[in-house]
């Protein structure tokens, strides 16, 4: 069974950081492309990074909003996938959830909240 579960969201201040983290199981993770999504309220789920998998040389792509702030980054021997949030705004307040698209079909996480506030 194919799970992802997200942790690390917190309440920061404006330019503070954070990390989050999402650990995969049950399906071969370093074949696969994984991505962060972030969901705040009252908008629709945005991109905001995929790294590429091992296979693939693990690159990566931002959103314009995050790009130069966030750093998308795999451990394939821990099955885990990071996101390392700096330099945060309020706007960037929002539940964070992991993905990834196995046979054509996007499988979620649960979500971690991220609130960026004074």
């Known amino acids: 069974q194919v799970q992802l579960v997200e942790s690390g969201g917190d309440l920061v201040q404006p330019g503070g950081s954070l990390r989050l983290s999402c650990a995969a199981s049950g399906f071969s993770f370093r074949n696969y492309a994984m991505s962060w999504y972030r969901q705040a309220p009252g908008k629709e789920r945005e991109w905001v990074a995929t790294i590429t998998s091992a296979a693939a040389g693990g690159s990566t792509n931002y959103a314009d909003s995050v790009k130069g702030r966030f750093t998308i980054s795999r451990d394939n021997a821990k099955n885990t996938v990071y996101l390392q949030m700096n330099s945060l705004k309020p706007e960037d307040t929002a539940v964070y959830y992991c993905?990834?698209?196995?046979?054509?079909?996007?499988?979620w996480g649960q979500g971690t909240q991220v609130t960026v506030s004074s």
């Open positions: 993905n990834v698209r196995r046979l054509g079909v996007p499988i």
